[in-house]
């Protein structure tokens, strides 16, 4: 067990909602990535906050956002949301620079 | 063309057999490199960094090649517990974040 937990570990929606998907860091950790990864795919880097600021994002659109919070948890929101979207979302944390993340066990979401 | 490739495969070996992946980084910032283990839709799990000297971890060996911007995972006597997805991902300096780019990860299956 790494100690980062994701919730809801699945998800089915509909396309046009919105969704919140939670993560909270290992303890000590003030880092959390979040991955998106498409069947067949590897793990796609969507966005980094480190203290509470946005630290770095990839291609993902506007409407793909997140916060973390003092405790260094997380949320992953995605707004108007399409069938392309349906993918394992991972959340991974580390502390400062370190290069090791360790992912939580993701939350499968369903776009219907 | 993907900044990192990776033969989707599946490789389908005995037991016992020696197994090789390779992997190409496409992009020469590539600073950091890594080998994670996936198994079926659950959360990537760091299995070893790859260093430009080579290591090794038990049966597993890794190797760089900056030159040919390449990394390869040598797997030893394969387990049946062994059967998993390898995905490597790298570390660009030039991005000013500490982000992994995957690629699309390898099969392996190991067969009594």
């Known amino acids: 067990e790494t100690g980062v937990t994701q919730s809801p570990t699945h998800l089915i929606k509909t396309r046009g909602q919105q969704v919140t998907l939670r993560c909270s860091s290992q303890s000590g950790h003030n880092t959390v990535s979040w991955y998106q990864q498409a069947l067949g795919q590897g793990p796609q880097f969507i966005f980094q906050?480190?203290?509470?600021?946005?630290?770095g994002r990839g291609n993902f659109p506007p409407r793909f956002s997140g916060l973390q919070f003092p405790n260094y948890s997380s949320e992953l929101n995605v707004n108007a949301l399409e069938l392309d979207d349906s993918a394992l979302y991972l959340c991974?944390?580390?502390?400062?620079?370190?290069?090791?993340?360790?992912f939580g066990s993701g939350t499968q979401l369903s776009v219907l | 063309r993907k900044e990192v490739e990776q033969d989707p495969g599946p490789f389908n070996v005995p037991e016992g057999a020696t197994v090789a992946f390779n992997c190409t980084y496409s992009n020469s910032a590539s600073q950091s490199f890594f080998w994670y283990r996936q198994d079926c839709r659950k959360e990537p799990k760091l299995l070893m960094s790859?260093?430009?000297s080579g290591n090794e971890d038990g049966r597993f060996t890794a190797q760089l090649n900056r030159a040919s911007q390449y990394i390869s995972l040598l797997i030893r006597d394969s387990k049946l517990s062994d059967s998993a997805t390898y995905l490597c991902a790298v570390i660009r300096l030039d991005t000013g974040r500490r982000a992994l780019t995957f690629g699309s990860g390898t099969r392996l299956q190991v067969q009594p």
């Open positions: 906050y480190y203290r509470e600021e946005e630290n």
């Open positions: 790859v260093y430009s």
């Open positions: 991974a944390s580390s502390f400062g620079g370190d290069e090791k993340l360790f």
